[in-house]
């Protein structure tokens, strides 16, 4: 009796490329539903948009994206990363060059919200004043390049759920530090809650390192990473 042949599934290689415009629908959708945390999500599919379309524009900052079975499972974006090669010449541009349409948009969201808009009234609207006040002094880095002693930040990193455990989260990271040592930073920081499935144990599976702590005003804990990207990943 001949044996049956036994069937082995070989994953596809994962893809990566650069964002563009017509992507940021769906990494609005994956970031809104697969990372709800903090207040940018809970202003909705549009703000959110807004505020990656910042990141396909920006010199200082990098929109990445995975091709595959999106979030309701048809053929799309299967997965995004979004972050800055120099965190404050980035922040700069933030807020001047589209301070105004994001405060329109968040205005918008939150008048809409109205348990959302109480809980930013009450934790979060003084911090915001503050920071959303134009900068003084323009940052030396000219578009384009990035300072000696620049920090980069991973912002965020979402998979859809289809492409859960297929490796497509490390590539979309690695890819970020790759472009981060081609542009000659060396120090990358992110934060991510603590209350996230497996997201701690992922960083320090990878190569980050744990920093501190902090408890925000809405009552999460989050953990700060950091990573130089000369250093080896681990296993």
Do not use: K
Not at 199 to 207: A, C, D, M, P, Q
């Amino acid at each position: 009796m001949r044996p049956r042949a036994v069937q082995t599934r070989v994953p596809a290689p994962v893809l990566v490329r650069e964002a563009a415009p017509a992507d940021i629908p769906a990494m609005a959708q994956l970031h809104v539903q697969n990372l709800p945390v903090g207040l940018f999500p809970r202003l909705g599919h549009h703000f959110v948009a807004c505020w990656h379309r910042a990141y396909l524009d920006s010199p200082h900052a990098l929109a990445l994206v995975v091709d595959g079975p999106g979030q309701e499972g048809e053929q799309g974006i299967a997965g995004f990363l979004i972050g800055a090669l120099d965190r404050e010449a980035y922040r700069h541009e933030l807020l001047t060059r589209y301070r105004t349409r994001l405060i329109v948009r968040a205005a918008g969201a939150l008048v809409l919200r109205p348990r959302v808009l109480a809980s930013f009234l009450r934790t979060r609207l003084r911090p915001y004043l503050r920071g959303l006040r134009a900068p003084r002094h323009t940052p030396s880095v000219p578009p384009g390049a990035v300072g000696t002693a620049a920090v980069a930040e991973l912002t965020a990193v979402a998979v859809a759920p289809a492409l859960r455990r297929t490796g497509s989260g490390r590539v979309l990271t690695n890819e970020f530090i790759d472009r981060c040592a081609r542009a000659d930073v060396r120090r990358i920081e992110l934060v991510t809650d603590v209350g996230s499935a497996g997201s701690v144990e992922f960083y320090r599976r990878t190569g980050w390192t744990a920093l501190r702590r902090i408890h925000t005003r809405d009552g999460r804990t989050v953990q700060r990473f950091v990573r130089w990207t000369d250093a080896p990943e681990e296993s």
